[in-house]
């Protein structure tokens, strides 16, 4: 049994996840957060830090055995998980979970290299370590369909498909991982369905009884090529996760 853990980006969608189910299990968990927060009854130690900026780090991981690396921003991950790992080196960590992006080796965008830079320090790092990637979480594909629909006439990029998974199905599967052995590059984890940006839009909007025009865009360039190809997408060999994007409208609208 892992007795102490430290968790980053603990205090966001999938660390609100994470950090029950690793307290049900028996576990010590300390959250590394930007902002200071009181511990509360929870039994969880909240304690401030900064992996972009390197600050916090090496406290946070006094006496921590594990650590599970959920922390993310739109830019700037590898360089994070690089002060990350440095101070885990130190701390002599015995096992790092990383989340990772399905495509993050085939998609040519900014975000996706710096998932790829993360994945590829924790494998140098000398660290006993196990990475998922996992595919756009149903959340975030809510965030996007949300704003795409206070337009007047919703864009359609042609060939961008997604295959949303319930961040609670990555969560009880990050979870499993951090109680086993070091695992290296595990499955994927995907959701049950791929869908076609229209066919997002249209699940939104038909929970919402709203209508919308939608009009087919083209996006250009390599990251439009790749999304064309599926890179973004496991159809192969990946683990599948239950909650379709129906059943997940369904309950937010409940």
């Given at each position: 049994?892992?007795?102490?853990?430290l968790?980053?980006?603990?205090?966001?969608?999938?660390?609100?996840?994470?950090?029950p189910?690793?307290?049900?299990?028996?576990?010590?968990?300390?959250?590394?957060?930007r902002?200071?927060?009181?511990?509360?009854?929870?039994?969880?130690?909240?304690?401030?830090?900064?992996l972009l900026?390197?600050?916090?780090?090496?406290?946070?991981?006094?006496?921590?055995?594990?650590?599970?690396?959920?922390?993310?921003?739109?830019?700037?991950?590898?360089?994070?998980?690089?002060?990350l790992?440095?101070?885990?080196?130190?701390?002599?960590?015995?096992?790092?979970?990383?989340?990772?992006?399905?495509?993050?080796?085939?998609v040519?965008?900014g975000w996706?290299?710096?998932?790829?830079?993360?994945?590829?320090?924790?494998?140098?790092?000398?660290?006993?370590?196990t990475?998922?990637?996992?595919?756009?979480f149903?959340?975030?594909v809510?965030?996007?369909?949300?704003?795409?629909?206070?337009?007047?006439v919703?864009?359609?990029?042609g060939?961008?498909?997604?295959?949303?998974?319930?961040?609670?199905?990555?969560a009880?599967?990050?979870?499993?991982?951090?109680?086993?052995?070091?695992?290296?590059?595990?499955?994927?984890?995907?959701?049950?369905?791929?869908?076609?940006?229209?066919?997002l839009?249209r699940?939104?909007?038909?929970?919402?009884?709203k209508?919308?025009?939608?009009?087919?865009?083209?996006?250009?360039?390599?990251?439009?090529?790749?999304y064309?190809?599926?890179e973004n997408?496991s159809?192969?060999?990946a683990a599948?996760?239950?909650?379709?994007?129906e059943?997940f409208l369904?309950?937010?609208?409940?």
């Open positions: 049994m892992t007795s102490s853990i968790v980053t980006g603990g205090t966001g969608t999938l660390g609100g996840h994470v950090v189910l690793l307290r049900d299990a028996g576990c010590t968990v300390r959250i590394l957060s902002h200071s927060r009181e511990s509360g009854d929870d039994g969880v130690e909240y304690v401030s830090g900064d900026k390197n600050e916090g780090i090496e406290a946070a991981l006094e006496g921590a055995e594990t650590v599970l690396h959920l922390a993310g921003g739109p830019k700037g991950d590898d360089t994070a998980t690089g002060n790992l440095q101070a885990a080196s130190r701390a002599e960590v015995q096992h790092l979970v990383y989340i990772s992006v399905i495509g993050a080796d085939r040519p965008l996706f290299r710096s998932k790829l830079g993360a994945e590829r320090a924790v494998a140098d790092s000398g660290l006993p370590w990475t998922l990637r996992a595919a756009q149903h959340d975030l809510l965030t996007v369909v949300q704003k795409m629909a206070r337009m007047p919703i864009p359609v990029p060939g961008l498909r997604f295959q949303p998974v319930d961040s609670r199905e990555v009880a599967r990050l979870v499993e991982l951090t109680l086993d052995k070091p695992a290296g590059l595990v499955p994927d984890l995907a959701g049950p369905k791929v869908y076609g940006m229209a066919d839009s699940g939104y909007l038909q929970a919402r009884g209508r919308r025009l939608m009009m087919p865009v083209r996006m250009p360039g390599k990251a439009g090529r790749a064309r190809a599926g997408l159809l192969e060999g599948v996760g239950k909650l379709t994007w059943e369904a309950e937010r609208a409940s």
